[in-house]
């Protein structure tokens, strides 16, 4: 299902969303309406005045993008975003279900990240009227999403098994994990039909003009007020990434892995403010992240292994249970491994929180 923007555009007007604000609400009013026409086709230009956003009048620049600033970088990565959820909120009938259903997760998650670190600028029920379908949104595909990642990763090691007892104990455990999946998709599809997507748009596109029209003129303000907004997402990481020193359980690892996330998708949400230190950064973050993501996912199915086997030795069977406890050795072998990777990958204490401030200082 494609966006529209003039219908959103056209319902933003009306919004009581937007005519029930208060606080300098002509401007909002008057620069949502202005990122919403940037939406739509031809290019973006943004002259000196960054919100000044209107389509090119010379045709020889169309299909250009002139985007300096915050400002048009939040409405260019909050218009991709919004499309990609939108365009895939049906992903089941799509032609590769599996990937949309990646990309409405990411997509719901990223959005997310936009009201939650600007909502600080945001009228309360602003954040209220997103918040709520962009939580369903990500719950609704998150557990679907999960289990595509644990079939995909025991689908993987089948073919590599050299003994049938291992490959008997896979297929008997992807078989459990298919199941489960059919009644979870259901659950998923119902949850997301109650989801209206241009509804969700217009509070989306509200939210956006709100911030935009709310962000210092200065270069150097809207950096301070960027460190105030990431500053708890950096002090948060910090908290978990002390817990997760050597010989730290799983829990720790995956909670240290949500907030490098969260800093990761502030980080991109700001990243004109970061300069040339931007790509290291937001690099960092994401090995960081995808290291502990890979060592989530085996610690999740080696707590499959470790159920399934349990049941099997109840009912008395013994060839399936050896071949999971086989396979439960090798998974700990691999998270041994990435774990040592990560503790050789991270960053040293104040990383972060000494880049960051040094980047934004120099906006």
Do not use: C, N
Not at 282 to 288: D, Q, S
Not at 300 to 315: F, H
Request: aromatic share 4%.
């Amino acid at each position: 299902m494609a966006i529209d923007f003039r219908t959103v555009a056209k319902k933003l007007r009306k919004s009581a969303l937007v005519r029930g604000l208060r606080r300098e609400a002509p401007a909002v009013r008057s620069r949502a309406r202005g990122l919403l026409q940037s939406f739509l086709p031809g290019a973006i230009v943004v002259p000196e005045d960054p919100f000044d956003v209107r389509r090119p009048r010379d045709p020889a620049t169309a299909g250009s993008v002139v985007a300096p600033g915050l400002a048009a970088h939040l409405g260019q990565v909050v218009h991709k975003r919004l499309g990609q959820l939108v365009e895939t909120i049906d992903f089941a009938e799509k032609d590769d279900a599996v990937e949309a259903l990646h990309d409405l997760r990411v997509a719901s998650r990223r959005l997310r990240a936009f009201v939650k670190l600007f909502e600080p600028l945001l009228d309360p029920p602003i954040v209220a009227h997103v918040g709520k379908p962009l939580r369903r949104v990500t719950r609704a595909a998150g557990e679907l999403r999960d289990i595509d990642v644990q079939l995909s990763l025991i689908e993987e090691r089948v073919s590599a098994q050299t003994t049938d007892a291992a490959r008997a104990a896979l297929e008997h455990l992807l078989e459990r994990v298919h199941g489960r999946r059919s009644g979870v998709e259901a659950h998923a599809r119902r949850k997301l039909r109650k989801v209206r997507p241009v509804d969700l748009s217009v509070g989306v596109a509200a939210a956006l003009g709100e911030v935009v029209a709310r962000l210092p003129p200065s270069p150097g303000d809207a950096a301070r007020l960027a460190w105030t907004l990431l500053d708890p997402i950096v002090d948060e990481m910090d908290v978990h990434d002390r817990a997760a020193g050597s010989g730290a359980p799983p829990e720790a690892l995956h909670r240290l892995r949500i907030s490098v996330k969260k800093l990761r998708y502030a980080l991109e949400l700001v990243a004109p403010l970061l300069g040339e230190d931007q790509r290291e950064l937001i690099k960092r973050a994401e090995t960081l992240q995808e290291l502990l993501g890979s060592h989530h996912d085996l610690h999740v199915i080696s707590g499959l292994m470790d159920d399934e086997r349990a049941k099997l030795e109840e009912r008395g069977r013994k060839t399936l249970p050896f071949g999971l406890t086989v396979l439960r050795g090798e998974l700990e072998a691999e998270e041994r491994a990435l774990v040592l990777r990560f503790e050789e990958t991270r960053a040293a204490p104040g990383y972060f929180r000494d880049r960051i401030q040094s980047a934004l200082a120099r906006a």
